[in-house]
């Protein structure tokens, strides 16, 4: 279960430290008006800021791995560049945020003087930590910078209040984690580029379960199913499941479940595939506990939908997409060296989750997909 701990303070400490804008041309209006939130003006500047601090903490995530420009790269699949689908998380995000910050007082929660004094001495050294050029890329001044803080900082207080109407009762049997080491042997036949499939020979399938035999057979002698599957030059891989077997197959939960510590099953044939079972553990405390946390947040997240949802359908909202389409992403920013921040732990950045369940930012590229 996440403990109820505003993220404004971590956040903040993060925020002071510098960035840098790569160069081009900053042609912008930023007190027009990008969305307007239940009749209050979501200015340009702010967005612009905000998507601008997000795209820093995804740059420095994400820059080593698939290069300096992926924000105009199509990681995801989408049919879009990356940064636009920061982009809309961005405007999502402010949308919550301002609806958060007009029904925040209905529940009798508020900034206190002394959060909104950190907010405000977190934007001045942020803005003094940062040239000229990089705080006009970001459209970074006192007000929008510090205006963010506060949003951030009260919707994690609200959502720290609703999270704490939950019941944390929960039922052991229902988060009740067993651990499998399993070898799986496809039946499913070759694909070439066209798509054309080659069904396996009735020979080549009896080739692949004497293979599978074999490998019973040595786990079975040796205790160690990895080993033997290494020895036919294949591996085995390891899972936890519970109640309802996620994404086991039918056919190889059953037999999974019929299983104590340490014993393997027969070989298991699927529509598709032949299976081998070791059942590591039938309680795994650890893979139960991480069960328990998640059932716990995920009632916290739909503790807060409940109260937001309504708000959020209720409020009218209209956005200038063209206004916000000219938030592009030419520019690289970077935050600083690691031997600058070495005192902050970015990784450890802990903010409340918004509706959009993991938090501000976007769905994380896949070296696979695009």
């Given at each position: 279960?996440?403990?109820?701990?505003?993220?404004?303070?971590?956040?903040?400490?993060?925020?002071?430290?510098?960035?840098?804008?790569?160069?081009?041309?900053?042609?912008?209006?930023?007190?027009?008006?990008?969305?307007?939130?239940?009749?209050?003006?979501?200015?340009?500047?702010?967005?612009?800021?905000?998507?601008?601090?997000?795209?820093?903490?995804?740059?420095?995530m994400y820059g080593a791995f698939f290069g300096e420009d992926f924000m105009n790269q199509d990681m995801m699949g989408l049919g879009e560049p990356y940064g636009v689908t920061v982009r809309d998380n961005v405007v999502d995000t402010l949308q919550e945020y301002y609806v958060v910050e007009a029904h925040a007082e209905e529940l009798?929660?508020?900034?206190?003087?002394?959060?909104?004094?950190?907010?405000?001495?977190?934007?001045?050294?942020?803005?003094?930590?940062?040239?000229?050029?990089?705080?006009?890329?970001?459209?970074?001044?006192?007000?929008?910078?510090?205006?963010?803080?506060?949003?951030?900082?009260?919707?994690?207080?609200?959502?720290?209040?609703?999270?704490?109407?939950?019941?944390?009762?929960?039922?052991?049997?229902?988060?009740?984690?067993?651990?499998?080491?399993?070898?799986?042997?496809?039946?499913?036949?070759?694909?070439?580029?066209?798509?054309?499939?080659?069904?396996?020979?009735?020979?080549?399938?009896?080739?692949?379960?004497?293979?599978?035999?074999?490998?019973?057979?040595?786990?079975?002698?040796?205790?160690?199913?990895?080993?033997?599957?290494?020895?036919?030059?294949?591996?085995?891989?390891?899972?936890?499941?519970?109640?309802?077997?996620?994404?086991?197959?039918?056919?190889?939960?059953?037999?999974?479940?019929?299983?104590?510590?340490?014993?393997?099953?027969?070989?298991?044939?699927?529509?598709?595939?032949?299976?081998?079972?070791?059942?590591?553990?039938?309680?795994?405390?650890?893979?139960?506990?991480?069960?328990?946390?998640?059932?716990?947040?995920?009632?916290?997240?739909?503790?807060?939908?409940?109260?937001?949802?309504?708000?959020?359908?209720?409020?009218?909202?209209?956005?200038?997409?063209?206004?916000?389409?000219?938030?592009?992403?030419?520019?690289?920013?970077?935050?600083?060296?690691?031997?600058?921040?070495?005192?902050?732990?970015?990784?450890?950045?802990?903010?409340?989750?918004?509706?959009?369940?993991?938090?501000?930012?976007?769905?994380?590229?896949?070296?696979?997909?695009?």
């Amino acid at each position: 279960m996440r403990k109820n701990v505003a993220g404004l303070l971590v956040l903040l400490f993060v925020m002071t430290t510098a960035v840098t804008g790569c160069s081009g041309s900053n042609k912008m209006n930023s007190t027009a008006e990008a969305m307007n939130v239940g009749g209050v003006s979501v200015p340009l500047g702010e967005v612009n800021f905000y998507l601008r601090y997000q795209q820093t903490q995804v740059q420095g995530m994400y820059g080593a791995f698939f290069g300096e420009d992926f924000m105009n790269q199509d990681m995801m699949g989408l049919g879009e560049p990356y940064g636009v689908t920061v982009r809309d998380n961005v405007v999502d995000t402010l949308q919550e945020y301002y609806v958060v910050e007009a029904h925040a007082e209905e529940l009798g929660i508020s900034l206190t003087d002394e959060e909104k004094n950190q907010a405000a001495d977190a934007a001045r050294t942020f803005l003094a930590a940062n040239d000229s050029k990089t705080l006009k890329a970001m459209t970074a001044d006192e007000a929008a910078v510090t205006h963010v803080l506060e949003l951030i900082a009260l919707q994690s207080k609200v959502y720290a209040d609703r999270a704490a109407t939950i019941d944390t009762e929960v039922d052991p049997e229902s988060v009740a984690q067993k651990r499998i080491s399993y070898v799986v042997s496809s039946l499913a036949g070759t694909t070439d580029d066209e798509g054309n499939v080659t069904e396996l020979s009735e020979e080549e399938i009896a080739e692949k379960r004497t293979q599978m035999e074999t490998i019973l057979a040595d786990a079975k002698a040796g205790g160690d199913l990895n080993a033997a599957a290494q020895a036919q030059e294949m591996t085995a891989s390891s899972m936890t499941y519970g109640k309802d077997g996620g994404s086991l197959d039918a056919a190889v939960q059953s037999a999974a479940d019929a299983l104590s510590d340490g014993e393997f099953s027969d070989i298991i044939e699927t529509e598709n595939s032949y299976y081998i079972v070791c059942m590591e553990s039938t309680f795994d405390e650890e893979a139960t506990e991480t069960a328990r946390e998640n059932e716990l947040s995920q009632r916290e997240r739909d503790a807060y939908n409940e109260w937001y949802t309504p708000l959020f359908e209720a409020t009218e909202i209209t956005v200038d997409e063209e206004l916000i389409q000219t938030l592009t992403f030419e520019r690289i920013f970077n935050g600083p060296a690691e031997e600058e921040s070495a005192e902050g732990d970015t990784e450890d950045i802990e903010q409340e989750p918004t509706d959009k369940e993991s938090g501000e930012a976007a769905d994380e590229p896949s070296e696979g997909e695009g």
